[in-house]
């Protein structure tokens, strides 16, 4: 059996929501593979981020996000509203900010000791209810999806754009 394990890099913009299409590197990093057959689990090691499986939708909004997007920022909304005050969740508590303040990189989430730098209570609320992780199909050494299915990395937190990274594994024969 093999085992093949790629990291990507994906930038979010901060301000909205980030999606990124990453299914050119997930058939790329199959092909890398060698895997002919076996399955492919895309990963996201952040509290925030989510992949999800989505057909790709050729209308772009304003901002650059697909209809599907758009569509998925304005219900997501609705069920978790966007972390505005300090009241609109329990997250973060006193608790946290003491924590977060007594890290080495505390200035990186806190800068200039802004509090509300850290109010993505919702980002981790959506990234929960969507999932860390997707996986595929590896069928004759191919991404096993359809020809609309693609495979994108959302980055729920809106406080500031951000480095990430997405792990792509492929397993199999």
């Known amino acids: 059996m093999t085992v093949y394990r790629?990291?990507?890099?994906v930038?979010?913009?901060?301000?909205?929501?980030?999606?990124?299409n990453i299914t050119d590197e997930v058939r790329k990093a199959i092909e890398e593979s060698g895997v002919q057959t076996g399955i492919c689990a895309v990963i996201s090691p952040h509290t925030t981020c989510s992949v999800f499986f989505e057909e790709f939708?050729?209308?772009?909004?304003?901002?650059g996000d697909e209809y599907l997007q758009q569509d998925l920022n304005e219900v997501l909304e609705k069920i978790i509203p966007n972390q505005d005050s300090l009241d609109t969740y329990h997250y973060p508590g006193e608790a946290?900010?003491?924590?977060?303040?007594?890290?080495p990189n505390a200035a990186d989430y806190l800068p200039n000791g802004d509090?509300?730098?850290?109010?993505n209570g919702d980002a981790h609320l959506k990234s929960t209810l969507l999932g860390s992780s997707e996986t595929f199909d590896?069928?004759?050494g191919k991404l096993g999806v359809g020809s609309t299915g693609y495979v994108y990395f959302a980055d729920f937190d809106r406080s500031r754009p951000r480095g990430r990274r997405c792990i792509i594994t492929v397993l199999g024969e």
């Open 96 to 103: 946290h900010y003491k924590a977060v303040e007594a890290w």
């Open 115 to 119: 509090r509300s730098a850290l109010w």
């Open 6 to 9: 790629k990291v990507i890099k």
């Open 11 to 20: 930038q979010s913009h901060g301000g909205r929501p980030t999606y990124t």
């Open 138 to 140: 590896v069928t004759e």
């Open 57 to 63: 939708c050729h209308d772009i909004n304003e901002d």
